[in-house]
């Protein structure tokens, strides 16, 4: 089994920075992508940002681009994303998630991810 631990999240004024931690630990697995989706409360899980394996290529969902950057370090298992200018419209639980298995264009559906960590809250306030 493998288990993602998340830690950062906090509240946070508009426009100030936070950064998330995402740690794996477990058995040993292959991790093709390892990323972050948030869920507002009432609304669907949506995609973030992921990043493969090497570090090599990093995809981002258009709402933070230019704000987050999502970066690994495969010697810890583990996955940040530094999230910077802050809105009130980035409030929600942050969620970790690796995919094990590839799963090629596909990376920014949550269905394609095979491990979930249990949620870390942000909150931005105006």
């Known amino acids: 089994q493998v288990q993602l631990v998340e830690s950062g999240g906090g509240l946070v004024q508009a426009g100030g920075s936070l950064r998330l931690s995402c740690a794996a630990n477990g058995r040993t697995f292959t991790s093709y992508y390892m990323g972050w989706f948030r869920q507002a409360p009432g609304k669907d899980r949506d995609f973030v940002a992921v990043?493969?394996?090497?570090?090599?290529?990093?995809y981002y969902a258009d709402s933070v681009k230019g704000r987050f950057t999502i970066s690994g370090d495969n010697a810890k298992n583990t996955v940040y994303l530094q999230m910077n200018s802050l809105t009130p419209e980035d409030t929600a639980v942050y969620y970790c998630?690796?995919?094990?298995?590839?799963?090629?264009?596909?990376?920014?559906?949550?269905?394609?991810?095979?491990?979930w960590g249990q949620g870390t809250q942000v909150t931005v306030s105006s």
């Open positions: 998630a690796v995919m094990t298995a590839l799963r090629l264009g596909a990376v920014r559906r949550v269905d394609a991810y095979d491990y």
């Open positions: 990043i493969n394996w090497s570090g090599t290529t990093t």
